[in-house]
């Protein structure tokens, strides 16, 4: 497809689906699938709220007091979640946050009554940019931040030595994404700091042996980000961050750490984005073609690039269910290993599924506090057997999903790439 025609098809779709753009935090109590579908076809795209999962409540497991208590203390916002196998489930935590009197132990801040509202990871009284904002009345704290889970959800392993590292100035938030390059056979973990404009790889045991950004200092530079948000590796080794929420770039490194290249720019008129122009370049996954696509979440779009910034394609990320709802927040998305493209989408509390050249196939999910329930899913990720997991960072409460049985096998999210991988089941 030429960039022209694809510019076109962007064009059409955007005049037929535009509107205006919302945040995480819009009530979607009306979004499509909010009510157990009366339906007979199970499978509709009226889905039952957890379409063809089961939830498995009470996962994870409370966490130990052994460090400190946690009384009156719960989950705090969710930014990432990678499932290494089934018996180890990496977690990323913006701090836990407090509970109110007379609140059940553990109660997500989804499920609070009265409501405290979103399970933010800002601290009290400054905005995700560093700005004055109303004071809440009450503060998180950064503690297990990094944490690791077996299959029960039984806390296996964590990383203490990372919360004073997320609390280096007032505004830190903790992590924004946690990773594994499929292609890297000693399992260094990746982990995306949005608020401090850092990126820190480590040893599969918490060892840091590399970083990238200046901590607290904005800038578009082969060393300096604006809220970078997530990465993804070429099988070299190569790879690419999208740089961000401030930022409008991919930013290319080669497999020892060299910038090579990056390309994006705000829009010239933002009533038209075109190629290459992004709001919030928010996740990025690499498919078996090497193909680059990245979520311009700004503009509830997908763009794709080749692997050396030549842009290829775009389209609407919204499903033909609801083209009259409001737009569409994607926050995360990876490719499974039979093609398909599997995001979150905020607004709606839906698990959407498309296909490669952008078309719309399937998608579950509702908002509320129910387990099984979505907010914000900011973190996705599957294991060996099948389980989904999801962070939903406005809920406070990271989910495993376990399929239903007799499920069709279409309708499930598929497995992540991991050529690394040794797993295999008794």
Not at 42 to 52: A, L, N, Q
Not at 54 to 60: A, D, I, K, L, Y
Not at 117 to 136: L, M, Q, Y
Request: charge should be neutral.
């Amino acid at each position: 497809m030429s960039r022209s025609d694809s510019r076109t098809r962007w064009l059409v779709a955007s005049a037929l689906l535009s509107i205006g753009l919302v945040s995480c935090g819009t009530d979607n109590s009306q979004a499509p699938g909010s009510q157990q579908a009366t339906d007979t076809n199970r499978w509709s795209y009226h889905d039952w709220p957890t379409g063809p999962y089961r939830v498995v409540e009470g996962w994870p497991k409370p966490l130990p007091n052994d460090r400190h208590s946690h009384d009156r203390w719960t989950w705090g916002s969710f930014g990432g979640v990678y499932a290494e196998s089934p018996d180890r489930i990496w977690i990323a935590m913006r701090g836990e946050l407090p509970l109110p009197e007379g609140a059940a132990p553990w109660t997500p801040y989804a499920a609070l009554n009265p409501s405290r509202g979103n399970a933010t990871g800002n601290g009290d009284g400054i905005s995700a940019t560093c700005e004055p904002v109303p004071k809440r009345g009450w503060e998180r704290r950064f503690e297990h931040s990094i944490l690791i889970v077996d299959g029960e959800g039984n806390l296996v392993d964590e990383w203490p030595h990372l919360d004073e590292l997320f609390r280096k100035l007032p505004c830190g938030r903790g992590p924004h994404q946690i990773k594994i390059s499929p292609y890297d056979p000693e399992k260094h973990v990746w982990i995306i700091d949005d608020q401090l404009h850092m990126i820190y790889r480590f040893t599969y045991d918490g060892k840091l042996v590399h970083s990238k950004g200046q901590l607290g200092v904005r800038g578009r530079g082969p060393n300096t980000f604006d809220r970078p948000t997530d990465i993804a590796w070429l099988p070299d080794g190569t790879y690419f961050i999208t740089d961000g929420y401030g930022g409008t770039r991919v930013a290319k490194y080669d497999a020892k750490d060299n910038f090579i290249m990056d390309w994006g720019r705000p829009p010239s008129d933002p009533q038209n984005p075109g190629p290459s122009e992004f709001n919030t370049p928010h996740s990025i996954a690499i498919g078996a073609d090497r193909r680059l696509y990245v979520v311009d979440r700004g503009h509830q779009r997908m763009q794709v690039f080749d692997e050396n910034g030549t842009f290829l394609d775009m389209w609407p990320l919204r499903s033909p269910h609801w083209p009259n709802s409001q737009g569409t927040l994607m926050v995360n998305h990876f490719i499974d290993q039979n093609g398909n493209i599997w995001v979150g989408d905020a607004p709606t509390s839906r698990i959407i599924k498309f296909d490669l050249q952008g078309n719309y196939l399937y998608s579950w999910g509702a908002p509320g506090p129910q387990p099984g329930r979505l907010g914000c899913s900011h973190g996705i990720t599957t294991d060996q057997i099948g389980n989904l997991y999801l962070a939903d960072c406005f809920a406070g409460r990271v989910q495993k999903f376990e399929p239903i049985p007799g499920a069709d096998p279409q309708k499930l999210v598929g497995q992540i790439l991991r050529t690394w991988d040794t797993w295999r089941r008794n």
